[in-house]
């Protein structure tokens, strides 16, 4: 089992930056792909990026060439760096963990509790 728990979120203004860290315990870190989702108000929960334990990221369209995720196994941490943010991100941003294959029995997956992030000026 894995447990995990965001921070970085908060306020910033259209067109800036923000990080958004997870931290990871309770198993080994390197053994789970990571992943960022977001949930906007009256929409579905939306998968950003996903990052492999060697280091392989996929992200969504929508975010593409202004978020970026990364992770320091060594400190059980996966990271999204958000740049260009604009009012159509706000959202709460949730950390999760996913370990086996897709459909399998021994596929698990984790949550975290989510962190709000709020794009206005």
């Known amino acids: 089992q894995v447990q995990l728990v965001e921070s970085g979120g908060g306020l910033v203004q259209p067109g800036g930056s923000l990080r958004l860290s997870c931290a990871a315990s309770?198993?080994?870190?390197?053994?789970?792909?990571m992943g960022w989702y977001r949930q906007a108000p009256g929409k579905q929960r939306e998968l950003l990026a996903r990052?492999?334990?060697?280091?392989?990221?996929n992200y969504a369209d929508s975010v593409k060439g202004r978020f970026t995720i990364s992770r320091d196994n060594a400190k059980r941490t996966v990271y999204l760096q958000m740049t260009s943010l604009n009012p159509e991100d706000t959202a709460v941003y949730y950390c999760?963990?996913?370990?086996?294959?897709?459909?399998?029995?021994?596929?698990?997956?984790?949550w975290g509790q989510g962190t709000q992030v709020t794009v206005s000026s």
């Open positions: 309770g198993s080994i870190f390197s053994f789970y792909v």
């Open positions: 990052i492999s334990g060697r280091g392989d990221t």
């Open positions: 999760n963990a996913h370990f086996g294959a897709l459909g399998t029995i021994g596929e698990k997956v984790y």
